[in-house]
């Protein structure tokens, strides 16, 4: 399993480093290798043109090369939003991700995938796994070495709430290089106008993705007991995980993974004693 944690905003070095380092040492205590930290520069796709949005591409460079300077093997996954934004970030970040409101921007993949070894894509939440299955061709016939990643992060219903098509999870594995599941977006809900969330669900996405055949995870995490230190978070605050509560949650989500995996036969004689 593939995991992608980070603050939803890198909205200030002194989180983009406590995250990055906090997350690296966890990472390493259990055991695990293929993860990769993430951070938006831009929240660029807001309800409000009040609400934060982080701080900006210069800046976010910045931060992005201080953390790599600071934990060189550490893996950075980011967002963009227009295509003249692509090449600013090329030798600084490791993955690629078109936002959801952007998945069908064949420009914008198309020169991501000129420019990055991994492209992720954000499923927009009004598509069907069989309409985001086209975007691929944007990735691979632009650049036939490039990986394409698709994230599911959750399909929009009539009353301002989404759901997981968990049945379209195997049909998007055929058609993109890996399928990694965004638990924390796919909580979102609106109340009252805003974009509020459910983080209680997220952890429980969390913990039974592995049964799900996804590649990988995708959490925004936050170090919510520090908010004197750092602020309160400029979005997605009731969508994000505590980050002190992750170790837990890795566990569990490994523990059913692996129930998940054992032979019936095996499941059965344990149960059974035969």
């Given amino acids: 399993?593939?995991?992608i944690f980070g603050p939803?905003?890198?909205?200030?070095?002194e989180l983009s480093l406590y995250t990055a380092h906090y997350l690296n040492n966890l990472m390493k205590e259990l055991g695990v290798r293929d993860w990769i930290w993430k951070g938006s520069w831009s929240k660029s796709?807001?309800?409000?043109?009040?609400?934060?949005?982080g701080p900006g591409l210069k800046k976010?460079?910045?931060?992005?090369?201080?953390?790599?300077k600071q934990i060189p093997e550490l893996k950075i996954w980011t967002d963009v939003h227009e295509t003249q934004e692509v090449k600013e970030l090329v030798g600084i970040i490791d993955t690629i991700c078109i936002p959801a409101m952007l998945a069908r921007q064949s420009f914008l993949i198309e020169e991501c995938a000129k420019h990055f070894n991994i492209v992720a894509i954000k499923k927009m939440q009004m598509a069907s796994p069989t309409q985001a299955a086209k975007w691929r061709d944007k990735i691979f016939d632009t650049n036939p070495n490039c990986e394409g990643w698709i994230v599911e992060r959750g399909t929009s219903i009539p009353y301002e709430?989404?759901?997981?098509?968990?049945?379209?999870f195997s049909y998007l594995k055929k058609?993109?290089?890996?399928h990694i599941f965004d638990v924390t977006h796919s909580v979102q809900v609106v109340r009252d106008g805003f974009t509020k969330g459910d983080r209680k669900l997220g952890e429980n996405y969390?913990?039974?993705?592995?049964?799900?055949?996804?590649d990988g995870i995708f959490a925004e995490v936050y170090p919510f007991k520090k908010i004197k230190e750092f602020g309160d978070p400029i979005s997605d605050g009731d969508c994000m995980i505590d980050i002190g509560d992750l170790a837990e949650l890795i566990e569990r989500q490994q523990l059913i993974q692996k129930a998940n995996e054992v032979d019936l036969e095996h499941k059965h004689s344990m149960l059974f004693g035969e």
Avoid: H, P, W
């Avoid at 939803?8 to 070095?13: I, P």
């Avoid at 976010?60 to 790599?68: A, H, R, T, W």
């Fill in 1 to 3: 399993m593939k995991y």
């Fill in 8 to 13: 939803c905003s890198c909205q200030s070095m």
């Fill in 45 to 53: 796709n807001r309800t409000s043109k009040y609400g934060g949005r």
């Fill in 60 to 68: 976010g460079i910045e931060i992005f090369k201080e953390l790599k």
């Fill in 161 to 168: 709430r989404l759901f997981v098509d968990f049945s379209g």
């Fill in 175 to 178: 058609y993109f290089t890996k």
């Fill in 206 to 214: 969390f913990k039974i993705a592995g049964i799900f055949n996804t």
